[in-house]
């Protein structure tokens, strides 16, 4: 592959990484979803809940938010530990602290919230758990599983794009020497509109979701 045909396919790569992890696209493929499921969901408890209870409530609650926001094809072999899982893993409590066992204290005491305070945090949970599964495959499909010629000129691209915008050392490195940080560079323009706003990756036209999500990666 000529150099200026590797240039061109990593300006495309780098553009489809950029499109598909709009924060816009994201939320609307993952937090709107599971928003409107979490609202949707129907139980009947007393604070303080019993262990037994909380338990059927969570478990269902995981199947209901796969099934409905997700739409998930494959089910889940056993909600419950998923629950307890996600819970332990990402669950945040004001008064107790982190992990499932905060998540359980906070069922019981109906100053925290009871247990609506705990789904609410289970939503944030999978929340961030399926955002992260996301984030990492969008990277593997087009740029970790990439030649290592096309991820230099990713790179490389990086640092003529975004030169101004990084830290001195990594202004420094070579283009090797920076693959394994492209996904850190990236997402921290992502998250960054005002720099997005002024750098386009297409070799034509503008930069849409629309136009870069409709074309084959590479």
């Given at each position: 592959?000529?150099n200026?045909?590797?240039?061109?396919?990593?300006?495309?790569?780098?553009?489809?990484?950029?499109?598909?992890l709009?924060?816009d696209?994201?939320?609307?493929?993952?937090?709107?979803?599971?928003?409107?499921?979490?609202k949707?969901?129907?139980?009947e408890?007393?604070?303080?809940?019993?262990?037994?209870?909380?338990?059927?409530?969570?478990?269902?609650f995981?199947?209901?938010?796969?099934?409905?926001?997700?739409?998930?094809?494959?089910?889940?072999a056993?909600?419950?530990?998923?629950?307890?899982?996600?819970?332990?893993?990402?669950?945040?409590?004001?008064?107790?602290?982190?992990g499932?066992?905060a998540?359980?204290?906070?069922?019981?005491?109906?100053?925290?919230?009871?247990?609506?305070?705990?789904?609410?945090?289970?939503?944030e949970?999978?929340?961030?758990?399926e955002?992260?599964?996301?984030?990492?495959?969008v990277f593997?499909?087009?740029?970790r599983?990439a030649?290592?010629?096309?991820?230099?000129?990713?790179?490389?691209?990086l640092?003529?794009?975004?030169?101004?915008?990084?830290?001195?050392?990594?202004?420094?490195?070579?283009?090797?020497?920076?693959?394994?940080?492209?996904p850190?560079?990236l997402?921290?323009f992502?998250?960054?509109?005002?720099?997005?706003?002024?750098?386009?990756?297409?070799?034509?036209?503008?930069?849409?979701?629309?136009?870069?999500?409709g074309?084959?990666?590479?």
């Amino acid at each position: 592959m000529k150099n200026i045909e590797v240039a061109e396919h990593a300006r495309q790569a780098i553009g489809r990484v950029v499109a598909e992890l709009n924060p816009d696209f994201v939320k609307s493929r993952f937090d709107e979803p599971i928003a409107k499921a979490a609202k949707q969901f129907e139980y009947e408890a007393e604070c303080p809940v019993a262990h037994k209870v909380l338990h059927e409530i969570i478990a269902r609650f995981v199947e209901h938010i796969y099934e409905k926001a997700l739409e998930s094809s494959w089910m889940i072999a056993d909600p419950l530990a998923e629950a307890i899982l996600l819970l332990d893993r990402h669950y945040h409590s004001v008064i107790y602290g982190a992990g499932y066992a905060a998540a359980v204290l906070d069922a019981d005491d109906a100053a925290a919230g009871g247990i609506q305070t705990v789904l609410a945090g289970l939503a944030e949970s999978i929340k961030d758990a399926e955002r992260e599964k996301y984030i990492r495959g969008v990277f593997t499909w087009h740029l970790r599983s990439a030649q290592w010629s096309m991820r230099c000129e990713i790179a490389r691209i990086l640092l003529e794009d975004y030169g101004p915008f990084l830290p001195e050392r990594l202004r420094k490195c070579a283009p090797a020497q920076l693959v394994d940080v492209i996904p850190s560079i990236l997402q921290g323009f992502i998250c960054s509109d005002s720099a997005l706003q002024q750098i386009s990756f297409c070799t034509k036209g503008p930069l849409t979701a629309e136009t870069l999500l409709g074309r084959e990666p590479l």
